[in-house]
């Protein structure tokens, strides 16, 4: 199809790695117009946790728009909107124990984070934020401060204010805990550091690479938010919705976010949807001080209060998240110890994992070659270095077993026609990206 070289702008991506046209999509398949199945090891970047057109949610969508169900319906109450509430509220928070407001913000996820900031800034009467390494929250210009890639940034146009850059956990070794840093930094009244309103921090850096944060680093981050009396937001986007086995990421290491932002696979459905969640306190906004026409996406609302409702009642996909992330790190770990001349290293939590291949130019021509054997699977970090693994949560065991042999062939094939790739020598995972 010429029309998307002729007027469709040279920003597109994804479209260049996989130039395919697709047409139809079923749980963790893709399928182009000339007929050819792809496992999707993509899944939207996370956005696709219970897979492509969920037969469940489906249902209720369907049912939803065949009776005319309200669509638009910028902040205004609505049935569907007072229903997710409901679900959210009675299967997400209330076991956990969790006291937080609800915002509905524009349906992306940097609008969420944008929100949040703002919060954060409004609330303590102070401008910096202090974001990490790798971090990626999104490319408006609040949000693009707050990310680390220099591919993004360089789009701005404009000065990013307003952020204080933190090493993350692992950035300086594993033996260096960089939340002591900032204790320190914080602490000492001559760092040049500003008060800072607020911390965001991925619990798994997505698009950094997945760069996982340990449970004790999160601990101690929280900690010394508190001491400081700075806001901690966890930005959960990319992480949260199941994709390390509880509903939210950092429910593992005990913590109490004062903000969290959610997107991506909030809907189910692929639907565009964004909230924040706030500590009550926190909730100091003026009527329609943030507004934004999409911050009510009724069919969203419609396909996650079933999302909520089927997966998150009891606590078998969380079981089978584990089961299968267990799979995948196994996996991949052999495939460390049988190639790349030893500088391979896979990371990931639950169904958020990834493989270090050192090399962009490597990991690119692994996930090209796997294109080729009918899988989509992108790669991230600075230099695209890392072959991201996230399928679908609810991806059947005999496709999560041919999509990990597809990269294990693929790997197979590239290393032996380019093992001249891999001489240079590396040193640790997040130096490199560093560097990069
Ligand atoms: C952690 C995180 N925050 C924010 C965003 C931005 O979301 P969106 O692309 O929907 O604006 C992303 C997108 O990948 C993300 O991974």
Known sequence: MKIFEEIESEVQSY???????????????????????????????????????????????????ARDGITHGLDMHTQAKGEFLEAFNNTILKPRGMDYVVQFTGPTGTNAVEAAMKIARNVTGQQNIVTFTNGFHGVSLGSLAATGNAHHRDAAGIALNGVHRAPY??????????????????????????????????????????????LDWLRNLQRVCRKHGVLL?????????????????????????????????????????????????????????HNGTFRGNNLAFVTAKAAIEHYWANTQLSSEIERKGNYIAERLARIVDCFGEGQFTARGRGMFQGLNCVSGELSNAITQRAFKRGLVIETSGADDQV???????????????????????SIKEVC????????????????????A
């Open 416 to 435: 032996q026609a380019t093992d001249t790739m891999l001489r240079e020598p590396v040193y640790f995972d997040q130096a490199k990206t560093a560097r």
């Open 15 to 65: 479209a260049r790695v996989f130039p395919r046209v697709f047409t139809e999509a079923r749980d963790e398949f893709l399928f182009d117009q000339d007929g050819k199945r792809y496992l999707d090891f993509l899944a939207g970047a996370g956005t696709l946790n219970y897979g492509h057109n969920n037969p469940i949610l489906k249902e209720q969508l369907l049912d939803y728009i």
């Open 169 to 214: 956990d692992g950035y300086l070794g594993d033996d260096i805990d960089t939340t002591e840093y900032l204790d320190k930094l914080l602490s000492d009244s001559s760092s040049g550091i500003n008060s800072p309103a607020g911390v965001i921090v991925e619990t798994v850096q997505g698009e950094g690479g997945i760069n996982v944060a340990s």
């Open 233 to 289: 937001i966890i930005d959960d986007i990319q992480a949260g919705c199941g994709r390390t086995g509880q509903f939210f990421s950092f429910e593992a290491a005990g913590i109490e976010p004062d903000i969290i932002t959610l997107s991506k696979s909030l809907s189910g459905y692929g639907l565009p949807f964004a909230v924040v969640l706030m500590k009550p306190e926190l909730d100091q906004w003026k009527p329609g001080e």
């Open 387 to 409: 072959i991201k693994f996230l399928c679908p949560l609810t991806i059947g065991q005999a496709s999560l077993e041919e999509g990990i042999d597809i990269v294990e062939q």
